[in-house]
């Protein structure tokens, strides 16, 4: 099927412990990004990779480290996790529409990462 | 910097009536889209309807319409027909036109939990 899908979809570890997250899409963009959304549900952007190349970052802290090794893939790393990193992480991603077609992200079903 | 505004923490609707979901956006750019998301409890994030700024018809999409005031800044999601289904938070979010090399941005709105009651 064709689609943006993250691994994995649930992720429990220890505080100060190191994690990654991957994600994949199948639809040939050339844009991809990490969302994140906090416990009250608030979704915010925290990178974005165009062609391997880093062009939206945020303020994220450092221990937040994305690689992108090709533009089908788009991987985030987490360093020295802390209790306030427990969040559903999204990742999506898009393609520059040509004329007036759709400027729409589609989306992965997301990875819920609990830090204990 | 744009901003985006839901009012509405939560609401309630009886299956088979209608309910608007508010949204409100600040922003000094001319060109834009406004997208309405839905997240229900899978977790997945769903597009419902979407809106070119430059477009003065107002969206639609099945039971899914929205009223676009872009002077008021405004831009309500009117669900028809409520279904047991369309139980979510809902999203409102805004975004520059996408730019080549650059990709889009989506800013979200607090969102709205809806409940659609039998």
């Known amino acids: 099927d064709t689609a943006v899908s993250q691994t994995p979809k649930y992720l429990v570890t220890q505080m100060g412990n190191d994690k990654s997250i991957k994600c994949e899409q199948n639809l040939g963009h050339d844009t991809m990004y990490w969302y994140k959304q906090d416990s009250k549900k608030f979704l915010k952007i925290m990178f974005s990779?165009?062609?391997?190349?880093?062009?939206i970052n945020e303020t994220v802290p450092n221990r937040f480290s994305p690689k992108s090794p090709d533009k089908a893939h788009l991987n985030l790393h987490i360093n020295s996790l802390e209790l306030g990193d427990s969040a559903v992480y999204f990742c999506a991603s898009s393609q520059v529409p040509l004329g007036s077609g759709a400027n729409v992200l589609t989306f992965g079903a997301g990875s819920r990462l609990t830090v204990l | 910097a744009q901003t985006v505004t839901q009012s509405q923490p939560e609401m309630s609707v009886q299956e088979a009536e209608t309910v608007t979901l508010s949204c409100t956006y600040d922003t000094s750019e001319n060109n834009y889209y406004l997208f309405w998301y839905k997240q229900p409890p899978s977790r997945q994030m769903i597009l419902v309807i979407r809106?070119?700024?430059?477009?003065?018809q107002n969206a639609t999409e099945n039971r899914f319409s929205v009223n676009f005031q872009k002077a008021a800044k405004s831009f309500s999601l009117k669900i028809s027909d409520s279904q047991l289904g369309d139980t979510a938070m809902y999203f409102c979010?805004?975004?520059?036109?996408?730019?080549?090399?650059?990709?889009?941005?989506?800013?979200f709105g607090q969102g709205t939990e809806l409940s659609v009651k039998p």
């Open positions: 990779y165009n062609n391997k190349e880093l062009i």
């Open positions: 979010a805004f975004m520059k036109p996408m730019i080549y090399n650059q990709g889009g941005k989506l800013i």
């Open positions: 809106q070119e700024a430059y477009k003065q």
